[in-house]
């Protein structure tokens, strides 16, 4: 399993930069030793990106891929992407009746 950030336009919904040739997507690739609040916790058939004391810059796109053989024998890859953004305010509405 692999964890990347999207950077720059990508297509929606794949996140595909390699087909996205007239804009500039690229990948960059999570290593916890470039930066030690990127944590990856896989367990089992399960991975998990934390990233710790976050900070506007971290928003965006991030994906998680794993390939693996079906019961067919053929490789399949699936991809998980998150939406990672800033929280959008709530306003609440406090009026009455009449």
């Avoid at 896989?42 to 998680?64: A, E, F, K, M, Q």
Wanted: glycine share 10%; with cysteine; charged share 15%.
């Amino acid at each position: 399993m692999a964890w990347v950030r999207v950077e720059g336009p990508y297509s929606y919904p794949q996140f595909e930069c390699h087909h996205n040739v007239h804009h500039q997507c690229k990948y960059h690739y999570i290593n916890h030793q470039q930066d030690f609040r990127f944590r990856v916790i896989n367990s089992g058939t399960t991975s998990t990106l934390r990233i710790y004391d976050y900070s506007r810059g971290d928003y965006g796109i991030y994906r998680c891929a794993a390939t693996g053989q079906g019961t067919d024998g053929k490789t399949a890859t699936l991809y998980q992407v998150i939406e990672f953004f800033e929280p959008q305010h709530l306003h609440h509405y406090h009026g009455g009746l009449g």
